[in-house]
């Protein structure tokens, strides 16, 4: 940082990535301010957390960065209808993800800067990783750099929130929104999520016990995971037997074939032809109908229950960060 005194920030919602932003940049020495509707949700958290809320509209006065922190549903006709008209001229508005934008949901006012600052983490981790002095990493873009200043004040933010910590990639709104829907759909949420409850369901369809199951499918995966996080595959091989490597090598491709690949490439151009966007933004509009039921099939599946018994003597899973409060997306978009 330079001797320039930092910017005041207004965080405007106060979800996953809204309170761990708005704390580790207060414990950064930035001014926060956090924008939330009064009795919405989350505004007991934030104040709970010491922070000053004020309805979104106050909130965006007199920030020089305003971060809007909102589901990306609700994010156009908050922009539209409280951002807009009330941020100040040549402020920089700062995004975590950049949906609205890159599908032209939000075009913003010329004499902002635009800018994205995408933590490649989930909300807890990013403040959990900042207070044990690490960072998740981070990737950030400009869109409109009317200041000419932009890319510094997306810096001082990445800095803030401990990003920058863990070398801040340049990217841009379009590479970060495409690879971050599909990380999300094709492996990291989806694709992980579909592979565990398969295998799962394949042991228990072939007469073993569910428990046993959960353990082989979805309990190791963090072990795995872990390794991966550590030294990529090279420290998995390190750590599991040779009969695993050799099954593994020769048996691996038997799931992600070539249908799997083709499968990928088409997640991938739903994704750049704008195909996932609308059919989401349809779905938001017509009231959810559709996640729901899907959501709701995912924590109806019996692993679950299993996990729910099971995990109940993991003494040491009480300690892990709970995820942060978040509304519900209908009422979040009223
Ligand atoms: P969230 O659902 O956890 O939190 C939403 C917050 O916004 C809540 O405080 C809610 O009360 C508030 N809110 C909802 N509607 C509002 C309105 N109309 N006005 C004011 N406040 C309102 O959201 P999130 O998951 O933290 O996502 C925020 C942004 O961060 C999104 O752009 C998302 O894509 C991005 N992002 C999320 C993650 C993640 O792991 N969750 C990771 C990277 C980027
Ligand atoms: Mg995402």
């Known amino acids: 940082m330079t001797?320039?005194?930092?910017?005041r920030i207004t965080i405007v919602g106060y979800g996953s990535q809204g309170r761990a932003?708005?704390?580790?940049?207060?414990?950064?020495?930035?001014?926060?301010?956090v924008g939330l509707r009064p009795g919405g949700?989350?505004?007991?958290?934030?104040?709970?957390?010491?922070?000053?809320?004020?309805?979104?509209?106050?909130?965006?006065?007199?920030a020089q960065i305003v971060a809007v922190l909102t589901p990306d549903m609700v994010q156009p006709q908050l922009y539209g209808e409280v951002i807009e008209p009330n941020i100040a001229q040549g402020a920089?508005?700062?995004?975590?993800?950049?949906?609205?934008?890159?599908?032209?949901?939000?075009?913003?006012?010329?004499?902002?800067?635009?800018?994205?600052?995408?933590?490649?983490?989930p909300g807890a981790l990013v403040r959990r990783e900042y207070e044990i002095g690490r960072g998740v990493p981070a990737v950030y873009a400009v869109h409109q750099d009317s200041?000419?200043?932009?890319?510094?004040?997306?810096?001082?933010?990445?800095?803030?929130?401990g990003g920058a910590r863990q070398n801040a990639i340049k990217t841009t709104f379009k590479e970060e929104t495409e690879t971050d829907l599909f990380g999300e759909?094709?492996?990291?949420?989806?694709?992980?999520?579909?592979?565990?409850?398969?295998?799962?369901?394949?042991?228990v369809e072939a007469g073993y016990q569910p428990e046993v199951a959960y353990y082989e499918c979805l309990h190791e995966l963090k072990l795995i995971v872990d390794l991966f996080y550590e030294g990529g595959v090279t420290r998995m091989h390190e750590f599991i037997s040779e009969t695993a490597q050799y099954g593994a090598l020769t048996r691996g491709n038997y799931v992600v074939d070539d249908n799997t690949r083709a499968q990928m490439r088409k997640v991938l151009a739903e994704i750049q032809d704008g195909t996932?966007?609308?059919?989401?933004?349809?779905e938001y509009a017509a009231g959810n109908a559709n996640y729901k039921a899907l959501k709701q099939a995912d924590l109806d599946h019996p692993i679950e229950q299993v996990g729910q018994r099971l995990r109940a003597n993991m003494k040491w899973l009480s300690a892990s960060p709970q995820p942060a409060p978040a509304a519900e997306p209908a009422e979040a978009a009223a």
């Open 276 to 282: 996932f966007a609308r059919q989401w933004i349809a």
């Open 21 to 33: 932003h708005a704390l580790n940049l207060r414990d950064s020495g930035f001014e926060v301010t």
């Open 3 to 7: 001797s320039t005194p930092n910017p």
């Open 41 to 62: 949700p989350t505004e007991l958290k934030a104040r709970a957390d010491g922070f000053a809320v004020q309805p979104p509209a106050d909130a965006v006065r007199d």
């Open 147 to 161: 200041s000419g200043n932009a890319g510094q004040l997306a810096l001082a933010y990445c800095a803030g929130i």
């Open 185 to 203: 759909q094709a492996v990291l949420c989806g694709g992980a999520t579909k592979l565990v409850q398969a295998g799962w369901e394949t042991l």
């Open 92 to 121: 920089c508005l700062l995004f975590a993800h950049g949906f609205n934008v890159h599908y032209q949901q939000i075009a913003p006012r010329a004499d902002l800067d635009v800018v994205l600052v995408a933590p490649k983490g």
